[in-house]
DNA sequence: CAAATATACCTAAGAAACTTATGTATTAAA
DNA sequence: TTTAATACATAAGTTTCTTAGGTATATTTG
């Protein structure tokens, strides 16, 4: 696992982006799936979760909808138009942060008179 | 600028890759040489910045040494041994968190049977 | 030369986003 | 039947920033 510090900051897109590949997603759902495509290297706790879930929800980013499994409600989370707008630009803001971070940390080939 | 949260994790990891090249830096020319690098895509706020180097300090990672310039007294900073393992530790974690990250927020090409 | 800007350090209050811990309840596996 | 997995949730505490100040010297500019 990586400093957690690291994470921070990347909740809201990582939500983001997977719900505008997978039309739907409930939280729990949302964790196992980063568990694992990440192999365990990302693991979202659910203290972390789901007050991100309802804070995009109360901005206008996710709608919900409740379905009854046995007697357990699942809550299901959806991109509004807003929150498919807001994913590609998070991404994008995501992608384009790495590569200026990386002009920090790796190595230049530069000149050095 | 970027969302301010992305940098957050990231502050330290720029302090120890930056002086395991140049041999010692202080605060201010810091932030100067981050500013001129990401072409002011990243701005280290000194309220965030002196703090940092002040725990790496205490923590072991940097040592200090002053300079008079005429009247002004200038805080350089370089590393320790400790702080030269964890400058590479530190920059490797964030290359590989970078990768993982990408897995989550880049489409895969992977098989959708 | 006076005023503004740049250099150079610093701290403190507050905000944001986590972690850790806890709670509830159903369902499946051992 | 007990444990683990599924599935939701909240609350206290921590960390790391931002914002906003404060001090002082040096340089540029009108």
Redesign the pocket.
């Known amino acids: 696992m990586y400093n ?2 690291l ?6 897109t990582i939500i983001l982006k997977l719900l505008s590949e997978k039309e739907k997603m ?4 949302i964790t ?1 799936h980063v568990r694992e495509i990440t192999e365990g290297k990302i693991i979202l ?4 979760l ?5 804070k995009l929800e109360a901005e206008g980013f996710l709608i919900t909808e409740k379905v009854k ?4 409600v ?2 299901y989370y959806s991109l509004t138009t807003k929150g498919s707008s807001s994913a590609e630009l998070k991404v994008n803001e995501l992608v384009d942060f790495f590569k200026t971070m990386k002009q920090i940390i790796t190595p230049k080939l530069s000149a050095k008179s």
């Open positions: 957690k510090e994470i921070k900051g990347t909740l809201q409930y939280g729990y759902e196992q706790t659910e203290g972390a789901y007050p991100s879930l309802h499994i046995g007697k357990r699942r809550k």
